[in-house]
Structure formats: C-alpha cells, structure tokens
C-alpha cells in the first residue's frame, strides 16, 4: 500500500479574471491572476465535516466583500482572515442594485462588524464536478470613486456563531482600479478543488 499524505491530494487551484464591462456590451480584460484561498477555506471545510450540519446555508460561499487597501504579498494572504479595508454601506453608492447587509465576520476568534454583499445564486455556476465560478458585478451605480484593489469571498457562517460569522475563504489583491459609472467591473473567480 503507498503511502498516502492528504497534502498531496487536496489542492485548491484557480483563477480571478477582472473585466471592464461597458453599456455597449464590449467588454475588456483588466487583470487576470491566480487563485489565492485562505486558511479561513480549510476552517468552513473542517467544520463541515467534523459537526452535525445545521444548515447547507451557512457552509455556502456565497457573499463577498470589496476593499480598497489590499496587499500583493501571496504569503501573507494565505493567513489572511479579513480585508485590510472593506467598504463600508455608503462606499457603494445609493443606487447600488447589490444586495448589501451587516453582519459579523470571524477574525481568529473574534466577530467585527462589517458589511457584506451577497452573491446572487444565478452567478455562482458549477462549471465542473470539481469547480465552481464565482461572478462579482459592481454595475455602473456601485463604488464609484472608490480605488478598488482587494476582494474577498465568504462562507456564511460555517462554525454555528450566534451572532453569526462569516469566514473569508479566499482573497485577492488586484492592482488598483478606480471604478467609475462609465463601467461596470465584473470579477470572475474559479475555484478548483
């Protein structure tokens, strides 16, 4: 029987294609990088399986946060359990057509209080037994001015937290874009597992 090490088969890879989407339907590819997952990715997997599930819910990924302090450093990111600097509600604008809400998210133990964007069911696609693609849209009406450089995607509330607590699973620094009402910035982030 070989020797059988869990490191060496289970491996998260992946992709993060960021678009400038314009109203005319032309659409530009601004930046494309690997995937960076988050030790917060092994947190919501390990609580899946080792408790009672209390609800599918709460081990989706299936909210984000965007933010406008992130840092390149890949080492770094891989302990990372919160962006440096979410947006908060009024950074969004007023007409944002995302559906925002607080919430809290798990930082090593302890919940701050932060806004998160939901993910609508209809972007995150199942594009392979093994892989599934998040699709971000901040429309024309969402974060203008803001220097978006940071994004992150979250579990739910995979420890059973009352008051509950979002875990990030993975995060990505992207060189800075000033997002303007011109367009709108899609970010299509694929996660193989």
Not at 123 to 139: G, P, Q, R, Y
Not at 164 to 170: K, N, P
Request: contains cysteine; charged residues 20%; hydrophobic residues 40%.
């Amino acid at each position: 029987m070989d020797n059988f090490s869990i490191k060496d088969d289970l491996h998260y890879v992946g992709w993060v294609d960021v678009y400038k989407q314009y109203p005319d339907g032309s659409e530009y590819l601004v930046y494309s990088d690997h995937n960076i997952v988050t030790s917060g990715m092994g947190v919501t997997l390990a609580s899946l399986f080792a408790s009672e599930i209390q609800s599918v819910e709460d081990f989706k990924i299936d909210r984000f946060q965007i933010g406008v302090s992130g840092t390149s450093t890949d080492d770094e990111v891989v302990t990372r359990s919160a962006l440096i600097s979410p947006l908060a509600a009024g950074d969004y604008g007023v007409n944002t057509t995302l559906s925002l809400y607080s919430n809290n998210i798990w930082e090593r133990g302890t919940l701050t209080a932060q806004v998160f964007a939901a993910i609508p069911s209809q972007n995150i696609v199942k594009a392979a037994s093994d892989k599934v693609t998040f699709v971000i849209v901040l429309d024309e009406n969402t974060g203008n001015g803001q220097n978006v450089n940071e994004v992150g995607l979250l579990s739910r509330n995979p420890m059973d937290l009352s008051p509950e607590g979002s875990v990030l699973c993975a995060y990505k620094y992207i060189p800075t874009i000033v997002k303007g009402s011109a367009f709108s910035l899609v970010i299509k982030w694929t996660i193989q597992f």
